[in-house]
């Protein structure tokens, strides 16, 4: 199931280059990432593009990190 973009809980959701600006990569990197199935955007818009919850994204990186497949 699809969510739109907006907000989760009280965090608001955010575009992919302010969520890779927030973890040190490029935009292109955390789209790459994503394709790949190594992180999931909590939200797409309607048009289709990716929200970010950031605290979420941050625990899914750090995950992938301690598991070595960061």
């Known amino acids: 199931m699809c969510k739109?973009?907006?907000v989760t809980g009280d965090?608001?959701?955010v575009r992919t280059a302010e969520a890779a600006a927030a973890l040190g990569v490029s935009g292109e990197t955390l789209r790459r990432w994503s394709r790949a199935g190594k992180v999931k955007p909590k939200a797409k818009t309607i048009g289709?593009?990716?929200r970010w919850d950031l605290e979420d994204l941050q625990e899914q990186v750090r995950q992938?990190?301690?598991s070595g497949q960061g």
Do not use: Y
Request: no cysteine.
């Open 48 to 50: 289709g593009q990716d």
């Open 11 to 13: 965090r608001p959701l």
């Open 4 to 6: 739109h973009a907006g």
């Open 64 to 66: 992938l990190t301690e």
